[in-house]
């Protein structure tokens, strides 16, 4: 089990580019989720996924879009980078019922310019 | 809406001492879990221990062991003998069980230093 991965795990963007953070499982998990780590902001939900075809936001999805066709991968969309998302972002799965336990990515380091 | 609270923003403590980490959170909920969470510097996000609300019974895991106070919406990280290896942020977590949702909300972290 490879477990969650992602990719890259550092990318530099100037302002108004676009990107796909890729995130993918291979544990059969039906959530999927991002967030975001700003310092001393602790983690912040930006869009989750409860199985392939349904997503919804989170606390702060503004400037980002997400699709999950497909159980294993869940990319997250950076339609036009902003300095303020500058940010490290980590991916999650787990399953939605038992222990709850979220199991995360490496994070991707993203600076906008 | 549930909000944590993590008071502390840095804190250090020797090798071999016990240190015990705070965490609030604001619920109306009476169905909910609480987790703690370990990044130690290499960013990777570690489960280290978690809490069921039902349970009266406090959660142990080897070195570590929460002090959970339902009613005070209160749930600290106790670390003994503390190691070189724990040094690392650890976030405070938080989980409604509302359905297929179940979001989880974070707070904003304590930065542990273990020093030798």
């Known amino acids: 089990n490879a477990g969650v991965t992602q990719t890259p795990k550092f990318q530099v963007l100037k302002t108004g580019q676009s990107m796909t953070l890729q995130c993918a499982q291979d544990m059969n998990h039906e959530y999927m989720s991002w967030y975001r780590q700003d310092p001393g902001m602790g983690l912040r939900l930006i869009h989750y996924s409860v199985g392939a075809g349904i997503t919804d936001q989170g606390e702060v999805p503004n400037g980002y879009n997400v699709s999950r066709s497909t159980t294993e991968d869940f990319p997250l969309r950076l339609l036009s980078a902003a300095p303020s998302q500058t940010s490290v972002y980590f991916c999650?799965?787990?399953?939605?019922?038992?222990?709850?336990?979220?199991?995360f990515g490496p994070g991707t380091r993203l600076t906008v310019t | 809406a549930q909000t944590v609270t993590q008071s502390q923003p840095e804190m250090s403590v020797q090798e071999a001492e016990t240190v015990t980490l705070s965490c609030t959170y604001d619920?109306?909920?009476?169905?909910?879990?609480l987790f703690w969470y370990k990044q130690p510097p290499s960013r990777q996000m570690i489960l280290v221990i978690r809490?069921?609300?039902?349970?009266?019974q406090n959660a142990t895991e080897n070195r570590f062991s929460v002090n959970f106070q339902k009613a005070a919406k209160s749930f600290s990280l106790k670390i003994s003998d503390s190691q070189l290896g724990d040094t690392a942020m650890y976030f405070c977590a938080f989980m409604k069980l509302d359905g297929a949702t179940n979001k989880l909300i974070f707070g904003t972290g304590t930065l542990l230093a273990v020093q030798p």
């Open positions: 999650a799965s787990r399953v939605t019922r038992g222990t709850y336990e979220q199991y």
């Open positions: 619920t109306s909920e009476s169905n909910y879990y």
């Open positions: 809490q069921e609300a039902y349970k009266q």
